[in-house]
């Protein structure tokens, strides 16, 4: 058995190919999405034996900008993986914790799908689990039963947005820089920090070329009133990042932003809507509702954490609330 921290990209999608589970966020094209962007760095381990390609896990690693802060603030993300066509994922993980610990304060892993027959292994290695919703809907059923889903309020914000005259254009490159305004715009109503510019600049470059990616822009006039970043990777769209301005909240943009995604999807052949995450079960989550009102399949995959550095994670996370709650 070998643990390999670089891998060729053909080897690399051909062992995705043959895992079902795979999904954009564990790909080449993701790794140099993070390997371009400020404060982000990504780790790569790949286990082989005899040859072949048995585990493959991709996280984010995030600093925010400045020494202080990068030493309360750093944190690995894991969004869907680890992969892998074993049985056990124990020796990834932890040769992945190994390097991860030095780094990070504590490791997120964000499931998509079921692993709930992980659970117990996750726990041996020392990681805890905690229940976070999501809402993914079925694009291959007919638009009508799609929309039939949706709440009432849902629907007439979609037909206020179209009678106002609302229109859903592509974006371009040159888009970007003001639909990170609108992104800034929202996150900072939220008090949550927002990742660099050059996430969604890098993310555009790298992926626009091969089709895995959509940029949406609701506009009236010359006005633009929201934006969408949505990935797109084996038949599945998954929503990414949003933003828009008050006026946009007002008419319904972002709501006639994602019908409007959902109508692309179901056309092109695309299978599943995936929003990408919905909180915590209880908990009150502006994102979290405005997705619940599209109806669609409620999931419950939750996430796993490991705390590498439990008093600065301490320091970190009552530092966060102060910020969040004084701004």
């Not at 079925?138 to 206020?160: C, H, V, Y």
């Amino acid at each position: 058995m070998k643990i390999l921290k670089t891998l060729d990209a053909g080897r690399w999608c051909d062992f995705l190919k043959d895992v079902p589970e795979s999904t954009i966020f564990q790909t080449p094209e993701m790794k140099k999405v993070y390997d371009l962007t400020k404060n982000y760095e990504s780790i790569l381990l790949v286990l082989e034996q005899n040859g072949e390609i048995h585990d493959l896990l991709l996280a984010s690693l995030i600093k925010e900008s400045g020494k202080l802060k990068e030493s309360f603030s750093s944190r690995a993300i894991v969004i869907g993986g680890p992969l892998s066509k074993s049985n056990d994922i124990r020796p990834i993980v932890k040769a992945y914790d190994e390097m991860a610990a030095p780094k990070a304060l504590y490791t997120q892993i964000r499931n998509l799908w079921d692993v709930s027959t992980s659970h117990q292994i996750f726990e041996e290695i020392g990681y805890s689990y905690e229940e976070h919703l999501n809402y993914i809907h079925d694009l291959t059923r007919p638009l009508e039963k799609i929309w039939a889903e949706f709440s009432e309020g849902r629907k007439k914000g979609i037909k206020k947005a179209e009678s106002k005259g609302i229109k859903i254009k592509e974006g371009e490159e040159e888009d970007i820089d003001i639909f990170y305004d609108l992104v800034q715009e929202t996150y900072k109503g939220a008090k949550v920090p927002i990742a660099d510019k050059t996430l969604f600049k890098s993310a555009w470059r790298v992926m626009r070329p091969k089709n895995m990616i959509r940029f949406l822009m609701a506009t009236i006039g010359d006005e633009t009133l929201a934006g969408r970043m949505i990935l797109t990777y084996h038949g599945i769209l998954h929503d990414w990042y949003a933003g828009s301005t008050s006026t946009g909240r007002t008419l319904n943009a972002n709501e006639l932003i994602v019908w409007s995604a959902m109508q692309w999807g179901s056309k092109n052949g695309l299978r599943l809507f995936d929003f990408g995450g919905a909180g915590k079960p209880g908990e009150k989550y502006g994102p979290g509702e405005f997705k619940r009102r599209f109806g669609g399949e409620k999931t419950n995959y939750g996430r796993f954490e490991k705390v590498y550095h439990p008093v600065k994670h301490l320091v970190g996370k009552a530092g966060y609330k102060v910020i969040r709650r004084f701004g």
